[in-house]
């Protein structure tokens, strides 16, 4: 199983600032590489596949990139809405693990 | 638009079967993709359960295998879950899910909590 690694835990933000989140693969996954968002009571939200792909809607100051084993999200410029948890998945092996999650906050 | 909805008893009592059933909209089974189920406990993280394609075709996570079955109803468009056995610590939020070629997940479910006590 690939374990997924997320940093940090959580991360203390001021809106307009620029977080950058980390995941980690216990063994590459090429790009094989999703990101999630979820704001308290709702469904993760599909952000990007592929490493780097933003999905359907999803606004342009949300971006992935990374390789192998080392990846990150970055938004460029945090709005309000923006504030929720962040989680990576892998899909080049069965079974499909998910990061534990990174808490982006109101500093 | 596509639109997933889980449905199910949001108790069962332990040594019991969890049954859910995912209802799709918008989109037909039979076209394609995978279904997914994934799971997340009370303030913890995401779980994959398992993934099927519509020619029943199924994939398992390991740590649960023994205990899933996922089978899909191709002429009612919908999906489902079943796990046997259910202890405490099954108690999550149940959420169905498509899957492209059963990678990512791109359309989920609101989810349904499902509280395994006596």
């Known amino acids: 199983e690939i374990v997924m690694t997320q940093s940090p835990a959580t991360l203390s933000v001021s809106p307009g600032e620029r977080p950058t989140l980390s995941c980690r693969a216990s063994?590459?996954?090429?790009?094989?590489l999703a990101w999630y968002q979820q704001k308290p009571g709702q469904a993760p939200r599909l952000l990007i596949y592929g490493a780097s792909t933003r999905a359907t809607g999803i606004p342009a100051r949300f971006s992935g990139s990374g390789s192998g084993t080392e990846f990150t999200l970055t938004i460029s410029s945090l709005q309000s809405e923006d504030f929720a948890i962040y989680y990576c998945?892998?899909?080049?092996?069965?079974?499909?693990?998910f990061g534990q999650g990174t808490k982006v906050e109101i500093k | 638009q596509v639109q997933l909805q889980e449905s199910g008893p949001g108790l069962v009592k332990p040594s019991e079967t969890l049954s859910l059933t995912c209802t799709v909209s918008g989109y037909s089974i039979s076209s394609g993709y995978y279904w997914g189920w994934i799971r997340q406990p009370p303030g913890k993280g995401l779980e994959w359960i398992g993934s099927?394609?519509?020619?029943?075709?199924?994939y398992y996570n390991p740590s649960l295998k023994s205990r899933v079955t996922i089978s899909v109803d191709t002429s009612n468009n919908q999906f489902s879950l079943k796990l046997s056995s259910v202890i405490a610590a099954d108690t999550a939020v149940y959420y169905c899910?498509?899957?492209?070629?059963?990678?990512?997940?791109?359309?989920w479910g609101r989810g349904t909590l499902v509280t395994v006590s006596s």
């Open positions: 099927i394609y519509h020619s029943g075709s199924a």
């Open positions: 899910a498509r899957a492209p070629a059963a990678y990512y997940f791109d359309y």
């Open positions: 063994q590459s996954v090429s790009s094989n």
């Open positions: 998945q892998q899909y080049i092996n069965w079974p499909r693990t």
